[in-house]
């Protein structure tokens, strides 16, 4: 199997499943439990890393870190289109805006509410704006993160078939 044909299909296999975690991150308002997801999702890219370079069969560091770096940039598209996904949905329900202005008011002094408030933006807008913020961030971080995840992972797998004497 080619090695951009293995690296493609660890990438989507294990971005669905980051996508899952990631998701199921999102929605929890355990902090606990937001930090596991973010472990998961780390290491879940690396392990997507590993799992291309081991299947292009190209054990050289630099053909593994580049399957590895394929793999884990798909990976982290696909869950970033889950989170998105996620948050869209998510926006047109309104308890989930409540749960944003909720945490918005938790995260402001009254003062500082009272001075946004008087620079024109409200409560609301301020909602809209946090929600596409993270859109956004989560859209553009998790691909980055999953190329870099993903070729430390690449690179773990050419460690490994070294040290086993199956250098190809």
């Known amino acids: 199997m080619s090695a951009s ?29 937001r930090l596991l997801g973010l472990m998961i999702t780390f290491g ?10 081991r299947d292009a069969g190209t054990h050289t560091r630099s053909a593994s870190m580049r399957a590895g770096a394929i793999g884990g940039l798909i990976a982290g598209l696909v869950a970033a289109l889950a989170v998105v996904g996620l948050l869209l949905v ?8 409540v749960r944003v202005q909720e945490a918005l008011q938790q ?11 008087e620079s024109g933006l409200t409560l609301d807008v301020l909602t809209q704006a946090t929600v596409a913020m ?8 998790l691909p980055i993160v999953g190329l870099v995840f993903g070729a430390l992972g690449g690179s773990l797998a050419s460690n490994i078939y070294r040290q086993d004497g199956q250098s190809g």
Request: with cysteine.
């Open 5 to 33: 044909r293995a690296a493609l299909r660890a990438g989507i296999i294990g971005g669905l499943a980051i996508g899952l975690a990631v998701v199921a991150q999102q929605t929890t308002d355990l902090v606990e439990l």
């Open 44 to 53: 879940g890219l690396g392990v997507v890393g590993l799992f291309a370079a």
């Open 90 to 97: 998510l926006s047109v329900n309104g308890e989930f805006a």
């Open 107 to 117: 995260l402001y002094t009254p003062d500082q509410l009272r001075q946004i408030q």
């Open 134 to 141: 993270q859109m956004m961030c989560c859209g553009a971080g």
